[in-house]
């Protein structure tokens, strides 16, 4: 019988009815999926070309900022100068533990995958979705390299995407060890250390090569958080990340639960110093020297950028141990002062100290102070005269003087000795015989010879006061004057900076010696006998070092209300200049050059000659035409045994006397007639007085009195009896120019 429609049930159709749903929402989904994949793949293509086409090429990275470093002459460090405290090593010299610590810390799988590892780039992803921050984490080391070399630190999608790209591009590139090593060169550890090079440094004072498996891993948990996970400042922080970093190791392999306990349990020397490096050029050692380099050769010759980011080797002439001992000396004087110390042979400054505290005292009185140099300027005046034909056996009048405009210069308690030899004048540093050898010889031939021994100061003083040293110039003008007397006539330039090497191993500057004639090589070895004679028995007693064994001249400075007080002098392949006085120009209160800086000279010279391993005695080079000559100082004659007073000296051959001195034993007549007996030198001022000074003729009558040696202020003439009313030096002022120059280069 035939069912009725409406006896149809309707749910015997359903199943029929649903998988038709089903299978067209399938449909519908897999086409908007489809569509949404081939809108999103356009999308992604259009976002990747987008990138790709602002990305530079991998050959193009950016050259990391390096560290110069200035060395001393042995290779010591003794400054780096940096804005990225960075100096670039090679893998194979770096520590393994250091390769293997930031390998287990930052990207374990480094050697195995391609530049990015999609998983953990996928769970970072969601990580930061879920926390709703910016994308962050899951780089590996090439990434990491990408950013650093090519990328800012920006942290959005489109720098992560161009991040991936340039490391598969580097993978291509470059090889894994190659990739490792601008990681390990270029990542950040803290305290302004770029690199492991560095951080080893800073942290630790030591080489990378020599890391410990404790030190590396302490580094490589800086990495994340460098000032976080800081130990001198957060040593529990630091201690964890460094627990994680040698539990990684053991779970890759790396070490064994062994040596994971021992570095756990070393205790560590972090470096005092690095407590804080903020500062852009690190100078723990000579910072007179290397704020003198830097300031006026570097920076004005190079730029900033050259010189804080160019990597440069900086060899300069300084030996760093003579440099630490002349520090030494100079910090314990009482007052302010400055060093310097040169080869006299080449003009390498082998140690400079421009005051007692650089930290105190920015001004480099080394270089910056014009002060004037008192009686230490008078070998230059005795150096013209024998250049113009007088000997040290001639004798002059120690005598008083007055001049029209009210100038007299006087000796201690205005007493004269009468007719004198220069020799005794010299050694004795009698201020009338030097102002009448002045006038003889010629105040612009006198300013003309200092020039040609290396014074270059603009106020050199053109008048008679000239003799006593009235002129303004710094002590390293004076090292470079008196190296003349040690090196037998040769003006040299003092130099600090030998040699500088660009990052690329090139020698960009060499400097060696410039040599110069300045005297002939007979004036120079005759002034040094002379020198050499003040030190044995005239004002510089204090600064011999005979007793030592070795050889030493030197001259005695100090000028008017005993302002400045010198001394300079040299050893064999020696010449060091000490000089004290105060910045504001306050009386040393009756204090000598004899007294106050020779005593620091010798402590000084004493070590130096020992550090240096310089030569005892004096060599006088053959063809030089002088010979040595025992004369008395009273008279000029050669001395015989019952002279009381004696130079032992050096003459020009030809010139010396074949009679002995008629004071004391010799033969009048023949001292009469011999054709090179001492000549008296007058100026028109002397004409009556000579009958009162001269040395008596008849040889029997006593002889004038000699006073005790002594270095006697200068007196100046009536006009500059305020030598300093306008310092061209002031203290002040040059602190304010070095501030201004550490913001005009951007090194504050």
């Not at 999608?157 to 990681?183: C, F, N, P, V």
């Amino acid at each position: 019988m035939r069912k009725n429609i409406r006896d149809h049930t309707p749910g015997d159709n359903r199943p029929i009815r649903i998988f038709s749903l089903v299978r067209g929402l399938i449909l519908f989904v897999m086409f908007i999926v489809a569509g949404m994949t081939a809108v999103a793949s356009v999308i992604c293509v259009i976002f990747i070309q987008d990138i790709m086409k602002d990305l530079p090429a991998v050959e193009d990275m950016r050259t990391p900022n390096l560290t110069s470093v200035v060395y001393d002459r042995h290779e010591n460090v003794i400054a780096r100068l940096f804005e990225e405290n960075r100096t670039w090593s090679e893998i194979g010299t770096m520590s393994p533990w250091a390769v293997r610590a930031i390998l287990a810390a930052e990207d374990s799988e480094f050697y195995n995958h391609h530049g990015i590892r999609v998983r953990a780039i996928v769970r970072a992803a969601l990580n930061d979705l879920r926390k709703g921050a910016p994308m962050q984490g899951g780089s590996t080391i090439t990434q990491q390299v990408a950013r650093l070399m090519f990328l800012n630190r920006e942290r959005t999608l489109k720098r992560k995407a161009s991040e991936a790209i340039l490391a598969i591009k580097m993978e291509k590139k470059y090889t894994k060890d190659q990739i490792l090593e601008m990681y390990m060169n270029m990542a950040y550890f803290g305290q302004r250390a770029y690199g492991i090079t560095a951080a080893a440094q800073n942290y630790f004072a030591k080489d990378a090569t020599k890391l410990s498996l404790a030190e590396a891993s302490m580094l490589a948990g800086l990495l994340p958080a460098p000032n976080e996970y800081n130990p001198i400042r957060h040593i529990e922080k630091a201690k964890a990340r460094q627990r994680y970093v040698l539990s990684r190791m053991v779970e890759t392999g790396m070490i064994t639960e062994q040596e994971r306990s021992q570095a756990l349990a070393a205790k560590l020397a972090y470096a005092v110093a690095s407590a804080d490096s903020r500062v852009r050029f690190v100078m723990e050692d000579a910072p007179y020297f290397v704020s003198h380099i830097l300031f006026k050769e570097l920076l004005p010759k190079y730029g900033r950028d050259k010189i804080y980011k160019g990597g440069l080797t900086i060899r300069t002439t300084i030996d760093l141990e003579l440099q630490k001992h002349a520090e030494s000396v100079i910090s314990k004087m009482k007052v302010e002062g400055a060093l310097v110390c040169l080869d006299p042979n080449t003009g390498e400054i082998l140690a400079l100290v421009g005051g007692r505290n650089f930290d105190e005292s920015k001004f480099n009185r080394a270089t910056q102070a014009y002060r004037q140099p008192g009686s230490s300027f008078k070998p230059i005046v005795y150096a013209t005269a024998f250049e113009n034909g007088f000997r040290p056996i001639d004798t002059i009048l120690d005598a008083p003087l007055n001049f029209p405009n009210g100038w007299s210069p006087k000796n201690s308690d205005a007493k004269f000795s009468g007719e004198v030899t220069l020799v005794d004048a010299l050694s004795r540093s009698i201020n009338t015989v030097a102002v009448r050898l002045a006038q003889v010889t010629g105040v612009p031939t006198i300013m003309e010879q200092a020039r040609r021994m290396g014074i270059t100061t603009p106020y050199l003083a053109e008048n008679l006061s000239l003799a006593l040293g009235s002129s303004s110039l710094t002590p390293i003008e004076m090292a470079a004057a008196f190296s003349v007397f040690a090196n037998n006539g040769h003006r040299i330039e003092p130099y600090g900076v030998k040699e500088i090497i660009d990052s690329n191993g090139n020698a960009i500057e060499q400097n060696g010696p410039v040599i110069n004639d300045a005297m002939s090589p007979e004036t120079a070895v005759i002034i040094r006998s002379m020198l050499m004679q003040a030190v044995s028995w005239g004002t510089g007693t204090r600064a011999s070092l005979l007793k030592e064994g070795y050889q030493t001249f030197g001259k005695t400075g100090t000028t008017n209300d005993w302002t400045d007080v010198w001394f300079v002098g040299g050893t064999p392949d020696l010449v060091a200049v000490v000089y004290v006085g105060n910045d504001n120009h306050k009386t040393l209160g009756r204090a000598f050059g004899g007294t106050v800086a020779a005593p620091v000279w010798k402590e000084f010279m004493g070590k130096a000659v020992k550090i240096m391993g310089t030569p005892e005695k004096f060599q006088i080079p053959s063809g030089v035409g002088v010979e040595t000559v025992t004369v008395c100082r009273t008279t000029g004659f050669r001395a015989t045994k019952s002279c009381p007073n004696k130079a032992n000296i050096l003459m020009t051959t030809g010139q010396v006397p074949e009679a002995y001195c008629p004071w004391h034993g010799g033969d009048a007549m023949l001292a009469d007639n011999d054709i090179n007996a001492p000549q008296l030198l007058l100026i028109p001022e002397d004409e009556t007085l000579v009958g009162r000074y001269q040395l008596a003729k008849v040889w029997e009558e006593k002889e004038p009195e000699v006073f005790e040696p002594i270095d006697i202020p200068v007196a100046l003439p009536e006009v500059q009896f305020e030598p300093y009313k306008n310092d061209p030096a002031p203290a002040d002022e040059f602190e304010r120019r070095y501030q201004e120059l550490l913001r005009q280069y951007n090194i504050m």
